[in-house]
T-cell receptor, first 115, second 114 residues
Framework: EAGVVQSPRYKIIEKKQPVAFWCNPISGHNTLYWYLQNLGQGPELLIRYENEEAVDDSQLPKDRFSAERLKGVDSTLKIQPAELGDSAVYLC?????????????FGPGTRLTVL | GNSVTQMEGPVTLSEEAFLTINCTYTATGYPSLFWYVQYPGEGLQLLLKATKADDKGSNKGFEATYRKETTSFHLEKGSVQVSDSAVYFCALSDSGGSNYKLTFGKGTLLTVNP
């Protein structure tokens, strides 16, 4: 069974440019998460989806970040415009549900460098 | 708010040495506790978990016991291998038994030399 797929794996852009990350969760997983991982830090939740609905986006900087999960499967995270401080690894994870019995499976991440 | 504090790395050991990575937490309520591992170039993988006080999580020779009295969840392994070289993250979930909002520590890099 395929794991969580993310693309691209690496992205280098200049500041003020837009950028988008794509995530394909494990088949059948209704819950999808986007995390931000700064260098030397643990992941921090940006947004959580239950099917198509964003049920927790309290940590998403809405002035420049947006996300969508059309049809409740794939998801896209966008930054527009990117700033130098956005350089980090963006992780996508999915799970069957939100109980403590449902393990979150993580993708390999997209490493963003903003110049 | 919730927080997790891990011992800072990097940790370098010889093969077959004993491993301890300390983890303490601050949380309201009764969180579930987790250890995740990240091998080079891969995503985070759940290593083990414990959902209530005195529970012991174990997997692949690793163990951790949920200690409510000391708010700790230290990771141990009796004999490490080169293949255990990775970054280890301690994490907790919000109270209420749901794991949807994980709070992670900063991670500890472990390098095991042959």
């Amino acid at each position: 069974e395929a794991g969580v797929v993310q693309s691209p794996r690496y992205k280098i852009i200049e500041k003020k440019q837009p950028v988008a990350f794509w995530c394909n969760p494990i088949s059948g997983h209704n819950t999808l998460y986007w995390y931000l991982q700064n260098l030397g830090q643990g992941p921090e939740l940006l947004i959580r989806y239950e099917n198509e609905e964003a049920v927790d986006d309290s940590q998403l900087p809405k002035d420049r970040f947006s996300a969508e999960r059309l049809k409740g499967v794939d998801s896209t995270l966008k930054i527009q415009p990117a700033e130098l401080g956005d350089s980090a690894v963006y992780l996508c994870a999915s799970s069957l549900g939100v109980s403590s019995y449902n393990e979150q499976f993580f993708g390999p991440g997209t490493r963003l460098t903003v110049l | 708010g919730n927080s997790v504090t891990q011992m800072e790395g990097p940790v370098t050991l010889s093969e077959e040495a004993f491993l301890t990575i300390n983890c303490t937490y601050t949380a309201t309520g009764y969180p579930s506790l987790f250890w995740y591992v990240q091998y080079p170039g891969e995503g985070l993988q759940l290593l083990l978990k414990a959902t209530k006080a005195d529970d012991k999580g174990s997997n692949k020779g690793f163990e951790a016991t949920y200690r409510k009295e000391t708010t700790s969840f230290h990771l141990e392994k009796g004999s490490v291998q080169v293949s255990d070289s990775a970054v280890y993250f301690c994490a907790l979930s919000d109270s209420g038994g749901s794991n949807y909002k994980l709070t992670f520590g900063k991670g500890t890099l472990l390098t095991v030399n042959p």
